[in-house]
């Protein structure tokens, strides 16, 4: 498949290929995902560390299982949001962006997941699993306080057009 990058637009076709996120995309990066896991429980548990190519496949997999997968499929998630929905829609204090609420539980569930999936490689390297927790402890508060500064100023413009006539 080759994709031709000319101009603005070419760029954009290749991001939207690259990120715009699907059923289809999310099912292949969880079953890669589970995948990774299964290499890593194999690698720890069946060979404990005496083979030193499948040690190095068994790092390979941790790390596209527990990095590389999930900084994926949130970047995923940003850029669909961006691409799909106006700035309002996930700007705007709404039903909608209330949902980062649950989303909460879920990345704190996800991150949970993550690290029973791999617990054996965190457990021997004494880690632990830190995207979708820095995602549940920083990024959606982050997002939270972000939609509600931008509701407060929409607001208070709105407020400001009323009053002055405008």
């Not at 999310?26 to 890593?40: E, F, N, Q, R, T």
């Not at 005496?50 to 997968?69: K, P, S």
């Not at 991150?111 to 699993?129: I, K, M, S, T």
């Not at 931008?150 to 413009?157: C, F, I, L, R």
Request: net charge positive; aromatic share 14%; charged share 15%.
């Amino acid at each position: 498949m080759e994709t031709s990058v000319k101009g603005n637009g070419g760029w954009l076709q290749l991001l939207d290929q690259l990120f715009l996120l699907s059923w289809r995309k999310l099912i292949v990066a969880l079953v890669v995902c589970g995948l990774a896991a299964g290499v890593v429980w194999t690698v720890v548990e069946a060979f404990d560390r005496r083979m030193l190519v499948l040690d190095g496949l068994a790092a390979v997999a941790f790390y596209a299982g527990t990095l590389v997968i999930p900084l994926y499929l949130i970047v995923g998630l940003v850029y669909t949001a961006v691409r799909r929905l106006q700035p309002k829609q996930y700007l705007l204090l709404s039903r909608w962006t209330l949902l980062v609420l649950p989303a909460f539980v879920v990345a704190v569930l996800l991150h949970n997941f993550v690290y029973a999936l791999f617990y054996p490689a965190f457990l021997r390297e004494d880690g632990d699993e830190g995207i979708f927790f820095v995602v549940a402890l920083l990024g959606i508060p982050i997002y939270l306080v972000v939609v509600l500064v931008y509701s407060a100023w929409v607001w208070v413009g709105r407020l400001r057009s009323k009053t002055s006539g405008h």
